[in-house]
């Protein structure tokens, strides 16, 4: 098993172009595994990539147009684009002041299955707002996380959606940290009309140094899956 990951920092990247580079990145570490069955040394890599995305709306497979309250118009407007995906969840939106990350990675690199990958996933974005004294928790109706879920209060921070395919996953997670949160009124985050979205920066009212939660989030991520960088 190989537990090392490659971590990536894409800065800021469209939204198409970095689902092509994820794809492609899948297919790598799907064809190492197929190479494994032939050569016992042979290794499956493991990715780690950050990006921030222009604005724009994404739809999981499984989810509802009718979420996304916008027209063609109303979205060019907004400076925004939509893409329909094949990652599961409904809808999201992405833009400026959040940090997305995608992991590629063999999951059986790490002797887990999907539940717990998505699992582990939610723990380090936890862990990480506790270090803002932040007290996010995961809710057993939907992924992600949230602060004072199960509360009438409830409110998602971060929004979670994987596809995995032969145990290789990618999409990943998208983490609130300076975002315009006007742009989630154009949507049914998640396909919810009942809870609301916020921030690391609404929540502390105070704009947040980014470089700085990217760290932190990358050295919880690789402590929790138990991964070397």
Not at 75 to 99: C, K, M, N, S, V
Not at 102 to 125: C, S, T, V
Not at 197 to 216: M, N, P, W, Y
């Amino acid at each position: 098993m190989n537990t090392k990951i490659i971590f990536q920092d894409l800065g800021v990247s469209e939204y198409k172009q970095t689902w092509e580079y994820q794809e492609q990145l899948m297919q790598k570490v799907i064809d190492q595994k197929q190479a494994k069955k032939t050569d016992p040394s042979a290794k499956s890599e493991n990715y780690l990539l950050f990006v921030e995305h222009p604005h724009v709306y994404t739809l999981g497979k499984s989810g509802d147009e009718q979420n996304l309250l916008l027209n063609y118009i109303q979205l060019q407007a907004a400076h925004a684009t939509f893409f329909q995906t094949d990652r599961g969840g409904d809808i999201t939106y992405h833009g400026p002041g959040q940090i997305v990350g995608y992991p590629i990675i063999d999951l059986e690199n790490f002797g887990i299955g999907l539940r717990k990958y998505i699992e582990l996933m939610e723990e380090a974005i936890i862990q990480s707002l506790a270090t803002y004294g932040l007290a996010g928790a995961r809710d057993e109706k939907a992924t992600g996380v949230w602060l004072d879920a199960g509360t009438p209060k409830a409110r998602k921070i971060c929004a979670i959606g994987v596809k995995s395919s032969r145990f290789v996953t990618m999409h990943g997670f998208a983490l609130n940290v300076n975002t315009d949160l006007n742009y989630f009124q154009h949507i049914n985050p998640c396909g919810f009309t009942d809870r609301g979205v916020t921030s690391i920066e609404k929540e502390l009212g105070a704009t947040q140094d980014f470089e700085a939660v990217k760290r932190i989030v990358l050295q919880k991520f690789i402590e929790v899956f138990g991964a070397q960088l």
